[in-house]
Nanobody, 124 residues
Framework: QVQLVESGGGLVQAGGSLRLSCAAS????????MGWFRQAPGKEREFVAA????????FYAETVKGRFTISRDNAKNTVHLQMNSLKPEDTAVYYC?????????????????WGQGTQVTVSS
């Protein structure tokens, strides 16, 4: 089992940047596929980005492709989401997720472990 704790959210103006971090507990972090999801008020949770176990493969939602970058440091048990050129529509609670399952395709799920979320607010 793994526990996930997100940090780095906040308030930023449109066009700005934020870097989210997710710290994972446990000694087998490299065995987890990692993902970021977000949920805006009144909307369903949606996939943002995902990263394979060794960080070789990355996948992004079309809405963030070219602006967001997911990365991981297996030595530090962390995964990051660098968010650039932020837009008001990026406003949401962002969640880190992990799974040991052998998921395929664009790594959109299912995920078994979730963090508590961090708020990102982009003002216009």
């Amino acid at each position: 089992q793994v526990q996930l704790v997100e940090s780095g959210g906040g308030l930023v103006q449109a066009g700005g940047s934020l870097r989210l971090s997710c710290a994972a507990s446990g000694r087998t972090f490299s065995s987890y596929v990692m993902g970021w999801f977000r949920q805006a008020p009144g909307k369903e949770r949606e996939f943002v980005a995902a990263l394979s176990r060794l960080g070789v493969s990355t996948f992004y939602a079309e809405t963030v492709k070219g602006r967001f970058t997911i990365s991981r440091d297996n030595a530090k048990n962390t995964v990051h989401l660098q968010m650039n050129s932020l837009k008001p529509e990026d406003t949401a609670v962002y969640y880190c997720a992990a799974t040991e399952r052998r998921i395929s395709g664009t790594l959109q799920g299912p995920y078994d472990y979730w963090g508590q979320g961090t708020q990102v607010t982009v003002s216009s």
